[in-house]
């Protein structure tokens, strides 16, 4: 490369100059012609970030608070035996897991509430609400997951529904990557298939079993693949 002599630089250094005055003035005009819509814009984009801290601040954090109370108060009647208490839901002095869900459903504990409420609703018998009130539970966790797709299995049994049920089973054998836990719902799957005369499901599930958790069953998965001959 032609070394540059000092006139040449000067040169192009009086013209990069010129460009960067040039791109300048027309950076300044952009601004001067749309300087309302870009304020109006940046004052957007300004209560936007002030709005989600403000929010999360000043609204989810006390209403996670607020939650809490009432799960741990609802908690603390279910330990006692007291499930008409932990259900609650007929006042705000004990709102109980249904009045901490129904007030609070946008938080985690408000959800895991739902969870708590639809296995009480269970206990007496009220099939379709704890369905529903299950169906309204999710959690990162799997293992709750699993739990829930099996309880929500027992209200589709309550309900007579026995082919949803086993499909919820079914989800709550795979859903757990704890082993005792895929054992217990792939064996429940498999007992209801067989009583819905599914014996090709029934052995399927059954012969999971023997294949991956013989450490849990005690060689009953061998009874039961005999089952799905005759029964």
């Known amino acids: 490369m032609a070394k540059l002599t000092n006139e040449q630089e000067g040169k192009e ?3 990069f100059f010129k460009d960067l005055d040039r791109e300048a003035l027309n ?4 601004i001067e012609k749309y300087s309302k819509p870009l304020a109006v814009i940046f004052g957007i984009l ?7 801290f403000g929010y999360k601040q000043f609204v989810v954090a006390p209403k996670n608070v607020e939650a809490v109370k009432g799960f741990l108060a609802a908690q603390k009647n279910l330990a006692e035996g007291k499930n008409k208490e932990a259900l609650g839901g007929n006042s705000a002095a004990n709102p109980g897991f249904l009045g901490t869900y129904n007030e609070y459903s946008g938080t985690a504990v408000g959800e895991l509430s739902a969870y708590n409420a639809g296995l009480l609703k269970f206990k007496e018998g009220k099939f379709q609400e704890a369905y529903d009130l299950l169906d309204n539970f999710s959690s990162d966790n799997k293992t709750l997951m699993a739990m829930k ?9 309550g309900l007579n529904k026995n082919d949803e049920a086993l499909q919820l089973l079914d989800k709550a054998a ?3 990557d704890d082993p005792y836990t895929t ?3 792939t064996r429940k799957a498999g007992i209801v298939a067989l ?3 599914k014996n090709a499901e029934a052995k399927k599930y059954f012969a999971t079993i023997d294949e991956k958790y013989q450490d849990y069953d005690n060689g009953m998965s061998d009874s039961y693949i005999e089952m799905t001959k005759y029964y």
């Open 195 to 197: 009583g819905l005369k």
């Open 27 to 30: 950076t300044e005009r952009f």
């Open 149 to 157: 797709y099996g309880a929500m299995a027992d209200a589709k049994s």
């Open 13 to 15: 250094t009086v013209e």
């Open 46 to 52: 300004v209560l936007g970030v002030l709005g989600f």
């Open 183 to 185: 054992y217990y719902f």
């Open 174 to 176: 795979s859903a757990s």
